[in-house]
């Protein structure tokens, strides 16, 4: 069975940086297509960044130089680096995988990320 777990969330202030780790056991993530997403209440999750298995990178406008997603096969884990915050990046972030529909596949419990002006 997949399992993912997300860490490294917290509290940091506008401007500040976090690292976002998806660990997988049950699954290699080397080679799968690796989505973060991020969820605040009463809104449904959105697409924040993808790496695919052959590499590709792609982000929402809203993250788009200022996240970075990549890979540390060593630890099967894919990592979200997220630069330049802003109190509207403030959510829970997920990581998926296994579909390419978030409707399906396997997600993490979530890490919360808080952004104080």
């Known amino acids: 069975q997949v399992q993912l777990v997300e860490s490294g969330g917290g509290l940091v202030q506008v401007g500040g940086s976090l690292r976002l780790s998806c660990a997988a056991s049950?699954?290699?993530?080397?080679?799968?297509?690796v989505d973060w997403y991020r969820q605040t209440p009463g809104n449904e999750r959105e697409f924040v960044a993808r790496?695919?298995?052959?590499?590709?990178?792609m982000y929402a406008e809203s993250v788009k130089g200022r996240f970075t997603i990549s890979r540390d096969n060593a630890h099967n884990t894919v990592i979200l680096h997220l630069n330049s915050l802003n109190p509207e990046d403030t959510a829970v972030y997920y990581c998926?995988?296994?579909?390419?529909?978030?409707?399906?596949?396997?997600w993490g419990q979530g890490t919360q990320v808080t952004v104080s002006s």
């Open positions: 790496i695919t298995s052959g590499g590709y990178r």
């Open positions: 998926h995988t296994g579909d390419p529909s978030p409707e399906y596949g396997y």
């Open positions: 049950g699954a290699s993530l080397g080679a799968a297509t």
